[in-house]
Every structure is written in C-alpha cells, then in structure tokens.
C-alpha cells in the first residue's frame, strides 16, 4: 500500500488546516487508516484512525477540534483540524493497517501563539 499525503503547513493558534492522504496499491487489504503525529522529542502518537467497520477513535487531545471523514470509493482519508494550539506542532503521519502498518510521509504541521 503507498499513501500520499498532502495539507498541511502553518497556521496561528485558534486556526484550521486539513490534511488529506490518498491510498494506492493492494487497498483491497487496507482494515483502517488514520493519522498519527509525532513531535520534537516524542514519541509517535495516534490522532485518529477509522477501522474498516467504521469505528473511529480520537486521540482525548484532539476530541471536539478534529474530525476525521474517509471516502471508501476513493480510499481517502481527511483530517479537518480546528481550533489548533500550539501543542498540536508535530510531524503528522498517514496511516494504513494491512497485515502491518503503512506509513505516508510525514507533513510539518506548525502552530503559533
């Protein structure tokens, strides 16, 4: 599976930005995709993930700003991210589970105050 990512960028604190990511390959195989991110120093983290039955989970640090929405037909996932604060700079990762992980490349989300 090959994931491509795009979105992101900078944005002031109370902003908005969307992340998009697009699956290719054997996506026949794919059983969830999401998001994880990873700051300096941190350790990588899961934001959202969608399972094949449907069923989404959300980071606690992002519920009620984030909304994740997936376009099975186009094997799409976005992540609209409002109310943004500084804590949530990271390098953010697409995310799809075959018979392991599969990352995207990661894209630079930069939140001032």
């Known amino acids: 599976v090959q994931l491509q990512a795009s979105g992101g960028g900078s944005v002031r604190a109370g902003g908005s930005l969307r992340l998009s990511c697009a699956a290719s390959g054997s996506i026949g195989s794919i059983h969830g995709m999401g998001w994880y991110r990873q700051a300096p120093a941190k350790d990588r983290e899961l934001v959202a993930v969608v399972r094949t039955h449907g069923d989404t989970t959300y980071a606690d640090s992002v519920k009620g700003r984030f909304t994740l929405t997936g376009d099975t037909a186009k094997n799409t996932v976005d992540l609209q991210m409002n109310n943004l604060k500084p804590e949530d700079t990271a390098v953010y990762y697409c995310?799809?589970?075959?018979?392991?992980?599969?990352w995207g490349q990661g894209t630079l989300v930069t939140v001032s105050s």
């Open positions: 995310w799809a589970y075959t018979f392991g992980n599969n």
